[in-house]
T-cell receptor, first 113, second 113 residues
């Protein structure tokens, strides 16, 4: 999982602003995922991409958007439509969507001021 | 929808004792079950996983057992040490070939010295 990076580590946003979280991997993995984690909670899937130029909504996609223009990059935009965006955001990747092993990046902690 | 239930939510043991965490899944076609360890503020780390063609897998002090008939799997940690203290998540891979993992709610394990 050392091959997955996320930036920034901490992010502060004012209400009404869009922000973009970066996720990059150099593992040559086809599949990438975005999760949201709230305090004391499990991981909830926001969006996932099985292959470049394709992505699907997860369980809590409202207020978020993604793109997958390059295999190694899967940025997540938190829009102003997301009413409660303060959370820990984790990106993950796997060699392909069939095997299952997902490896996580270090996470971005987003706080809305 | 498909879900994974994890118990207990908190577990406190004395150093040297064993710890057991149990998960039940709903998708009978799931065939991959990973366990992640997450220390405070850090990324989840894959510690062990099992596929449906085996009933048990062991790696040093950690073992996972799978009962496909009952649709449950368990994590066993023997000779616990203070550094085992963390939140542990189980997950099940959905059978839809999307690569989606469904996570349990997590178990906070405290190992008292």
């Amino acid at each position: 999982d050392g091959g997955i990076t996320q930036s920034p580590k901490y992010l502060f946003r004012k209400e009404g602003q869009n922000v973009t979280l970066s996720c990059e991997q150099n593992l040559n993995h086809d599949a990438m995922y975005w999760y949201r984690q709230d305090p004391g909670q499990g991981l909830r899937l926001i969006y996932y991409s099985q292959i470049v130029n394709d992505f699907q909504k997860g369980d809590i996609a409202e207020g978020y958007s993604v793109s997958r223009e390059k295999k190694e990059s899967f940025p997540l935009t938190v829009t102003s439509a997301q009413k409660n965006p303060t959370a820990f955001y984790l990106c993950a990747s796997s060699i392909d969507s069939g095997r299952g092993e997902q490896f996580f990046g270090p996470g971005t902690r987003l706080t809305v001021l | 929808g498909e879900n994974v239930e994890q118990h207990p939510s908190t577990l406190s043991v004395q150093e040297g004792d064993s710890a057991v965490i149990k998960c039940t899944y709903s998708d009978s076609a799931s065939n991959y079950f990973p366990w992640y360890k997450q220390e405070l503020g850090k990324r989840p780390q894959l510690i062990i996983d099992i596929r449906s063609n085996v009933g048990e897998k062991k790696d040093q002090r950690i073992a996972v057992t799978l009962n496909k008939t009952a649709k449950h799997f368990s994590l066993h940690i023997t000779e616990t040490q203070p550094e085992d203290s963390a939140v542990y998540f189980c997950a099940a891979l959905l059978s839809s070939n999307t690569g989606k993992l469904i996570f349990g709610q997590g178990t906070t394990l405290q190992v008292k010295p």
